[in-house]
């Protein structure tokens, strides 16, 4: 399984780290994916990093401003935000992913999904 945590209130400009410790599964093998769902709207695949940590992937609404990483030892992955704005509100997910870590590396399918942390970035 996937957990999520690192989530929370932030003010505009300000960062978080979430984290994504897995259980269960070859860690080291898979490719990492982040979405997020903001209210109403779809879910949407926002990062990924691939199953080394060698590649990233970021969609050009979080690019610059987000870091994703990968821990084999640790069976964690993280994704550092920084710059947050009020539209990076939603529910975060980690995912271990079926496909590659390339663009539109959501199309390929999920193994597994974390159940997801809130972030909320708000005055």
């Known amino acids: 399984k996937l957990v999520e945590s690192g989530g929370g209130l932030v003010q505009p400009g300000g960062s978080l780290r979430l984290s994504c410790l897995t259980d269960?599964?070859?860690?080291?093998?898979?490719?990492i994916g982040w979405f997020r769902q903001a209210p109403g709207q779809e879910r949407e695949g926002i990062s990924c990093?691939?199953?080394?940590?060698?590649?990233?992937e970021y969609v050009d609404s979080v690019r610059g401003r987000f870091s994703v990483s990968k821990d084999n030892f640790r069976n964690t992955a993280y994704l550092q935000m920084n710059g947050l704005l009020p539209e990076d509100t939603g529910a975060y997910y980690c995912?271990?992913?079926?496909?590659?870590?390339?663009?539109?590396?959501?199309?390929?399918?999920?193994?597994?999904w974390g159940q997801g942390t809130q972030v909320t970035v708000s005055s």
């Open positions: 995912a271990a992913l079926r496909g590659p870590c390339s663009k539109n590396f959501a199309r390929y399918g999920i193994d597994y």
């Open positions: 269960g599964i070859t860690f080291s093998q898979y490719h």
């Open positions: 990093v691939s199953a080394t940590g060698g590649s990233t």
